[in-house]
């Protein structure tokens, strides 16, 4: 569920969803029709489940993006539960007012004389007194969403306090600065300087404000040197947070990292972890 605040990932995972609701509902309605009346009507029952969890999966982007302005666990509650209240109420009647034109299409395409008419307002008008009391389920499932993205956004919240606790924890052997040789001559640089560290065959390239250096060690000694604001996003890099500009979302829990001197890193989904403070405070 955690996908759903990912974009990359959130298209597919709502369609998902979507589809395997459309289809258990279906299956639901069609075998209690064959006790009822001896055969099953599948395919008509899926049009008309299928456009009720269509119309949910074009709105639940939408619903996300209304939550993230107005999330009840962070800011005012009360506000946010109006919000939503006054949201949910029209939204449950648009939702099955679409679903019904969304079936009679789909019934009118197939050649399913199932309304009786061709004319889609005669039909809503037919149907206007159904869709007020089917709109009762709609507000059940636009709750259902919302607690759903509640209880995400608590587990979010809960695993980055963790791990800020950790972070927040001083490294025993964090240095202030580095010594590097350049041309033959020692040099000390400040930690505070450094934007990136990235692996170079036996070596580590240092960018820093002034400039690049190259460093004789592992990855694995570097990492446990630095303190805060340095973290490890790649086996062969690690960034400091200071300087870090922007980033995105790319696939299944990598990121690229854009950083103020203009270098792209990308972060993979072992190191994902580390990411995570700064991508709940987004």
Not at 50 to 64: D, E, N, Y
Request: proline content about 3%.
């Amino acid at each position: 569920m955690e996908s759903l605040f990912q974009k990359r990932t959130r298209i597919w995972t709502i369609i998902v969803f979507w589809l395997f609701i459309a289809l258990l509902l279906t299956t639901k309605s069609s075998i209690g029709q064959l006790h009822k009346f001896g055969f099953s009507t599948w395919v008509q029952n899926f049009f008309f489940q299928a456009s009720g969890a269509a119309v949910w999966a074009l709105f639940t982007p939408l619903l996300i993006r209304f939550y993230k302005r107005y999330d009840p666990t962070s800011g005012n509650v009360a506000r946010a539960l109006l919000a939503h209240l006054l949201l949910s109420l029209p939204l449950a009647v648009a939702h099955r007012s679409l679903a019904l034109l969304l079936d009679f299409g789909a019934r009118f395409v197939f050649d399913m004389d199932f309304f009786g008419s061709t004319n889609p307002f005669e039909v809503l008008w037919r149907f206007r007194l159904v869709i007020l009391e089917s709109s009762i389920m709609g507000l059940i499932i636009y709750w259902i969403i919302v607690v759903a993205l509640v209880a995400i956004s608590f587990y979010r919240k809960h695993k980055a306090q963790q791990l800020s606790v950790i972070v927040e924890e001083p490294k025993p052997n964090s240095l202030s600065q580095i010594k590097v040789k350049e041309e033959g001559v020692f040099k000390l640089i400040d930690t505070a300087s450094i934007l990136s560290c990235e692996a170079s065959g036996n070596y580590i390239m240092l960018y820093t404000t002034e400039g690049q250096y190259r460093l004789r060690q592992t990855m694995s000694q570097l990492e446990k040197q630095l303190g805060e604001p340095f973290i490890r996003v790649h086996r062969s890099s690690i960034i400091n947070l200071d300087f870090l500009d922007s980033f995105e979302h790319l696939y299944q829990g990598e990121y690229l990292l854009k950083l103020k001197n203009g270098r792209q890193l990308t972060s993979t989904k072992a190191y994902r972890e580390n990411l995570l403070p700064i991508l709940v405070a987004t």
